[in-house]
């Protein structure tokens, strides 16, 4: 039976702290205030809140003297089932499902639990068989759990991009098993862990801030993705670290600071592709990759195109205000008009056996040019021998048409990596040409590199991780 108890008297419990993160609060205020609580606060013995931590947060920011509780006796060992089996129907973060599973992990691992039919089901809970039963009650398969286990192991800043929608679990999987695959390689070609050199290849265990080994306008193509605002650290100890600064402000002036290296380093024909995510603060979107994108060019970068790269299966917004995100910005700048560019026609609906064209340009439309039937309906104007230009909207079937049959040995095999490999391919195909050097200041997992081994361009990638 539900009692009235103030509110003073409730607390957060400390392992609820230790799982979830209490999100998206003021949508959750507004619904509250207009429609009441429809359920009342679940509590334990000690008045530590066991199911409706967010809405405590809540009615605690409307400024309520009192509210609404059942209470319930809940021994040590039963706490951490019947927290998660409370939040089961929970839109949960990756990284709310790990900090499931590492709780119920310690409980299989204790043999405690006497809420066996929270846990157990009456199986044994030894190796696998304990990865599959944690899954289950955490609400994904077993293969899943699997892989969001192995990318928290291996790196867990990616647990941040699986959560930003940067990459998918499957993504961030594939990018995490090369590298460990490459790491022996890497520890083959040099005895130092603060580069990495051949001929057409070179990294850098440090940071970009100073790309003191490349020389002036030797870079023909820049194309990288630095870490996102509150998502990743990147720091050297020396620096401040970027992407965790106080303030989004703070974030942009920081980053375009960092970037004056690229301007030097860039050929005047040369182009300087950059990939960047945007962030809700307090329910405001920040509009950070525009304010980037700003920033740059008063200090005088060309701008030359905003394209759209819409993201495969997108991670899906908790929030029931506003839309997911299912895209991202790619800017395209040029220290000056006179750049190296290859346009691409791609081929058109019905014309898929058509490879692509790189270097042609789509013939201008007009009486003294190209003329056309407009009462030929099979005919259009922006189509010429089945093929069309490419636009600033990307998706994952535009990028796979316009690379098919341009890699660098022509055999019949298909680029082998996914997003975020193929993304780097159309700006390597447009604005480089084979044997050109290529730069990525922000590595991470060393895709820009992957694909400059796959193209035949050189290559040169900083970050304060070694890969």
């Not at 809140?49 to 947060?57: D, T």
């Amino acid at each position: 039976m539900a009692n009235k108890v103030p509110v003073s008297l409730l607390s957060h419990h400390p392992i609820n702290r230790s799982i979830y993160s209490l999100s998206s609060i003021d949508a959750l205020m507004r619904s509250i205030d207009e429609m009441g609580l429809l359920q009342p606060l679940v509590i334990d013995q000690n008045n530590y809140v066991i199911s409706g931590n967010r809405r405590l947060k809540s009615i605690q920011k409307l400024g309520w003297q009192s509210v609404s509780v059942e209470q319930i006796s809940v021994a040590d060992d039963e706490v951490v089932p019947l927290i998660i089996s409370y939040n089961h129907q929970r839109v949960k973060s990756t990284r709310e499902i790990l900090n499931e599973y590492a709780a119920l992990e310690k409980i299989h691992g204790s043999g405690q639990g006497r809420r066996t039919d929270l846990i157990t089901s009456g199986k044994s809970t030894k190796g696998s068989v304990a990865r599959d039963i944690i899954a289950e009650k955490v609400g994904v398969s077993s293969s899943q759990m699997g892989r969001l286990l192995f990318i928290q192991k291996t790196d867990p800043d990616f647990v941040d991009h699986v959560d930003a929608g940067t990459l998918t679990i499957n993504q961030a999987y594939t990018a995490l098993k090369k590298r460990v695959a490459d790491t022996s390689i890497i520890s083959t070609k040099s005895g130092s862990a603060d580069s990495v050199e051949s001929d057409d290849y070179t990294f850098h265990h440090k940071s970009s801030y100073r790309m003191d080994e490349v020389e002036d306008e030797s870079v023909q193509l820049v194309f990288t993705s630095p870490p996102y605002w509150n998502q990743r650290k990147y720091s050297d100890g020396n620096e401040v670290s970027l992407g965790q600064e106080d303030t989004p402000e703070e974030y942009v002036s920081t980053l375009v600071d960092h970037l004056d290296d690229v301007e030097r380093v860039l050929r005047n024909d040369g182009s300087f592709f950059l990939v960047l995510g945007d962030k809700f603060l307090d329910q405001n979107l920040l509009n950070l990759p525009h304010r980037v994108a700003i920033s740059l060019q008063e200090k005088g970068w060309i701008q030359r195109q905003s394209i759209v790269w819409r993201k495969t299966n997108p991670k899906m917004s908790s929030s029931k205000s506003n839309l997911s995100s299912s895209y991202e910005m790619i800017f395209h700048f040029t220290k000056t008009t006179k750049y190296l560019y290859q346009p691409i026609r791609i081929p058109a609906a019905g014309n898929k056996g058509n490879p692509p064209e790189i270097g042609k340009v789509m013939p201008k439309i007009g009486h003294n040019n190209l003329m056309y039937d407009k009462t030929d309906h099979s005919y259009h104007p922006y189509i010429i021998d089945g093929k069309k230009g490419l636009t600033d909207f990307w998706t994952e079937d535009v990028v796979a048409t316009a690379v098919a049959s341009n890699n660098r040995n022509n055999d019949k095999k298909s680029h082998p990596a996914v997003f975020p490999h193929k993304l780097v391919v159309l700006p390597l195909l447009q604005t480089t040409r084979k044997n050109d050097l290529v730069c990525d200041p922000f590595s991470g997992a060393n895709t820009t590199g992957d694909v400059c081994r796959e193209y035949g361009r050189r290559f040169v990638g900083y970050d304060i991780k070694v890969y």
